[in-house]
């Protein structure tokens, strides 16, 4: 945390740890993307609800709150699908939080 109270542009994950995770969130947006796209403050990304969907999204986006606490991770449940929004408030966490789905995010 910097004097602030805010949680600094950086994660914690090693080198090899970040590959894995990557994998996941690909063969996760493979499985059930409908939807990505930038927002105001980050990415919303929507995917359809299939069956173990729910499950490893929310996964993947309590791992990432404790690596990348600079954003904010919240998960919706609308219809039959699911929506992840990663904002943030600084301009640099901003951009951070839209290089860390560049590949899924045209």
Known sequence: MD?????????????????SRASRW????RRSLM?????ERGVRLVF?????VADELRSLTALERDCCAFA???????????????TADDPDAIAAVRSLFRALVP
Do not use: I, K, M, Q
């Open 72 to 86: 904010t991770w919240t998960v919706h449940e609308r219809g039959t699908g699911l929506t992840l929004d990663v």
């Open 48 to 52: 359809a609800a299939n069956l173990g």
């Open 35 to 39: 939807r990505a796209d930038t927002s």
């Open 3 to 19: 004097d602030e109270g805010t949680a600094p542009v950086a994660c914690t994950l090693g080198v090899g740890d970040r590959a």
């Open 26 to 29: 690909e063969a996760l947006a």
